[in-house]
């Protein structure tokens, strides 16, 4: 079997080591005589396995033990709804827009409160958009219930690599992060962040699990409307089993982080992240025009790279012909078009190598 370099953004590649233990599982856990997707989720061997990735993950990610560790579904739209029904009372929520998924936020947040517009970068689009809208001109409101942003925009490729002190601004709000598409690429700054959430799909494991990292002083305040599954205090309080968590994707993300860790942890991982996405965007900006990258150097996703030919009439050939080389998913998104690579955790240096080198030997044949 030849396994492709896959670029999607989500669902994502994972690490083989990781894919080639949950089939050598499949049928038979441990003895067990069952396997994973079958087993009870208040049976013991459900527990060691729950019991585990969760330890893994915040020795992974340093959670400090203030902080709940929330294993749900609906992936992060769902938790657009979620997190004003626990965290807004009501009241006031500020967001910063910075893409396609910031805005997806704000606009769920309305529905239930009083969503504001503290910054944007709407008007940097032309047609993409291009930069961070600096903290410092952030208009953040008085009193505001928490300050939402995502942290990487996979669409247009944008990255906070750091997130911003709210405190340094003048405001005691919490600062809630959609970190979907870096989660566990990079360390999280918890002085920062009072919550952070995201779907699993990218660097973690399968569709279908949500992490949602949440200081325990913030629970408590669901809002009366809010489903008893969805309020944080009361899935906290069950330990994630208020009705019945997404057992296979807790079990892949698991045997995730036991890899991650091998590598050498988080810290390790992001060097490994830096590399990749500096040489592909070397060979964009090298590439004498033939490629571009619309983002500003100084945020451009690590994660999630957009680029676009010269002439759009190439990115149908592009695709058709790396796709023909064992590289796969390098369509654009359809809002914006072009090209884009997505490059997370289990992403190889490898597979980056030899989307340069194709990329090179088409610009030289469509020269």
């Not at 769902?78 to 910075?98: F, M, Q, W, Y």
Request: net charge negative.
């Amino acid at each position: 079997m030849r396994r492709a370099f896959n670029f999607s953004a989500g669902p994502a590649t994972l690490p083989v080591p990781v894919l080639e233990r949950a089939a050598a599982e499949m049928l038979d856990w441990h003895g067990s005589g069952i396997g994973v997707m079958e087993m009870s989720h208040r049976g013991r061997e459900f527990g060691e396995i729950f019991e585990r990735c969760e330890a893994r993950l915040r020795e992974l990610l340093a959670v400090p033990a203030n902080y709940k560790v929330l294993f749900m579904q609906g992936g992060a739209l769902a938790e657009n709804a979620i997190l004003p029904l626990n965290l807004s009372r009501g009241g006031v929520v500020d967001h910063v827009l910075t893409g396609s998924w910031s805005k997806k936020s704000a606009k769920e947040a309305a529905r239930y409160c009083d969503a504001r517009v503290a910054a944007s970068n709407e008007l940097d689009t032309a047609p993409h958009h291009r930069s961070l809208p600096v903290p410092a001109s952030w208009r953040l409101s008085p009193g505001a219930s928490y300050v939402h942003l995502c942290s990487n925009e996979t669409i247009d490729g944008l990255e906070f690599h750091e997130v911003p002190d709210l405190r340094a601004l003048g405001s005691d709000a919490p600062l809630v992060i959609d970190c979907s598409s870096h989660l566990a690429s990079r360390p999280i700054d918890w002085s920062r962040v009072a919550v952070a959430y995201g779907g699993a799909q990218k660097n973690i494991g399968p569709a279908g699990l949500t992490l949602v990292f949440v200081r325990e002083d913030l629970l408590g305040h669901a809002l009366a409307a809010c489903p008893s599954a969805f309020d944080y205090s009361v899935v906290a309080a069950n330990g994630s089993m208020y009705n019945t968590p997404p057992t296979w994707a807790i079990y892949v993300a698991g045997l995730v982080f036991d890899w991650l860790a091998e590598q050498g942890g988080v810290e390790a991982i992001e060097r490994r992240n830096i590399e990749k996405a500096a040489l592909l965007y070397a060979a964009i900006d090298g590439s004498g025009g033939f490629y571009r990258n619309p983002v500003d150097l100084g945020c451009r996703s690590r994660m999630n790279v957009p680029f676009f030919a010269h002439d759009e009439r190439l990115h149908a050939p592009f695709v058709e012909s790396a796709a023909a080389r064992g590289l796969v998913q390098l369509k654009g998104h359809k809002s914006v078009g072009g090209l884009r690579a997505s490059i997370y955790n289990a992403m190889p240096l490898e597979g980056v190598q030899a989307l340069v080198s194709h990329m090179q030997e088409f610009a030289a044949s469509h020269g």
